[in-house]
């Protein structure tokens, strides 16, 4: 390995699921931890075993279905205090996990030693021996995270320094300095990282400990912190996606990681690979229902806009004169607000993606970018609704086939006794007949769903094995109260094969709607041949 590779540990599964009003199902983690795999981060943090059971469910998927490159890493804490570290079952829930490596972390500061696990200070360095001791004798590999080290180090550095002298006596081969409370600055961690490293055997050759840096961003500051620490010596960098976490986050990776290869010269992944990183971030905001940050450095829609005047023309002359680096490098693009021109490269790339070719001078090519900027102005966000994509392409090449036509649907709802049942009917159109089904379900997208399968089944006898796994809604302005404009995701899977599309307005029931019938359309696409979808399945002319 290079002497300037740093190594990228991805936590947004464990700590970054710990933001307000963020939760993932299994399913979402499985994805997530797939898209960060393709994206090359060679180490990710799934949760800790053991202490829910989705984390549990997770580690068991992973093991049927291994991630191509990455080391999928389980986390938890020493052993309690007073147990033993080979009976203790939040260890033995780490070993059933199944993973190579394992994170587990001790306290270095001694107020949390006396107030927070109200135990001696020589039990607490017993704790980190026995329990890293214990899982090498497993066969594990461990990193161990050093949690409130800054903290613990400016109040009583002699004690902190003893807990990593524990850790790496016991073989911990990673130590990671942890600002757990994300409030020192960046000369400070320059500073204690340097004397930890002078103070302590880390980083000396390669049969000792190397050291990694995990911060957070309660002074808005984790990320320079984090490059602070690498300057110093840290080869590891904990962080999430978006810069997820409790309270204010942890340091951002969509940051970290363009900056630390890009303007400090280390080699975090392959440059394919951090030209996924845009398409990453948007892809996980997505799966985690939570809006992306327009404006993020780097991955954000705004990142590389340019609204006019002076700027516009500086741009297009030279685009160094207003960018600090070319966005195609992280996945992102240049916009020119006001310029016709804008896009059509994003287009022409998602359209070779789903195997169209096109170029700049088909008029397809405009069309569709004229109509998927229309739709993004209306509220539609296609991250990570590819499916909906597909179908506008298609539509724009006179290539979508028609399955079925809409001609209208009702749904009533009805409360009675805390339960609440919903009954949808259906009127559609398939070869020629006219078709009005009804079906009943424990809400109304499930009464639509199910009333919209009701009604197509004896056509296409393949939508039974249509699953649909996933429903989000987000608000996209919350101002406007009960009038508020309204996204919804619907994420279909068959059997080997998985698919999302959305839809928007300001009836929830509506948006709902559009995005289901997309989803049974495109599913009806999939499962069929090219060679025969053209003669089989063209029934309709209505858009849908």
Known sequence: ??????????????????????????????????????????????????????????????????????????????????????????????????????????????????????????????????????L?????????????????????????????????SAG???????????????????????????????????????????????SETAVANALAAVCEGAQMVQGTINGYGERCGNANLCSLIPNLQLKLGYRCIEDGQLARLTETSRYVSELVNLAPDEHAAFVGRSAFAHKGGIHVSAVQRNPITYEHIAPETVGNQRRIVISEQAGLSNVLAKANGFGFQLNKQDPACRQILDRLKALESQGYQFEAAEASVELLMREALGQRDRFFTLNGFHVHCEQGHGDSQALATVKLAVDGKDILEAAEGNGPVSALDAALRKALINFYPNIADFQLVDYKVRILDGGAGTSAKTRVLVEFASQHHRWTTVGVS???????????????????????????????????????
């Open 136 to 168: 090498r004798s497993q066969g594990r590999q461990v990193i161990y995270d050093a949690e409130h080290w800054f903290d613990g180090y400016r109040h009583n550095p002699e004690y902190a320094l003893q807990t990593l002298e524990a850790a790496i």
């Open 506 to 544: 300001t009836n929830i029931i509506d948006a709902s709607y559009q995005a289901l019938v997309e989803g049974l359309e495109y599913g009806l696409i999939s499962i069929e041949s090219p060679g025969d979808r053209a003669l089989s399945c063209r029934v309709g002319s209505h858009s849908l």
């Open 1 to 134: 390995m290079s002497a300037n590779h740093l190594w990228i540990y991805d936590t947004t599964l464990r700590d970054g699921a710990q933001r307000e009003g963020l939760s993932l199902s299994v399913e979402d983690k499985l994805r997530i931890a797939r898209q960060l795999d393709r994206l090359g981060i060679p180490f990710i943090e799934g949760g800790w075993p053991g202490a829910n059971p989705k984390d549990v469910q997770f580690f068991w998927q992973l093991q049927e279905q291994p991630l191509t490159q990455a080391e999928i890493v389980a986390f938890c804490s020493t052993r309690r205090p007073g147990e033993r570290a080979e009976t203790d079952p939040m260890l033995q829930a780490i070993l059933s996990a199944g993973t190579r490596w394992v994170t587990i972390f001790g306290k270095s500061w001694d107020l949390h030693v006396s107030a927070g696990l109200k135990t001696s200070l020589e039990e607490n360095l017993a704790m980190i021996g026995d329990s890293i001791a214990f």
């Open 172 to 218: 911990a081969q990673w130590i990671v300095l942890c600002d757990t409370n994300g409030g020192t600055l960046p000369h400070p961690i320059a500073q204690i990282v340097r004397e930890t490293i002078d103070r302590t055997p880390i980083n000396r050759d390669e049969t000792t400990p190397k050291l990694g840096i995990h911060t957070h961003n309660d």
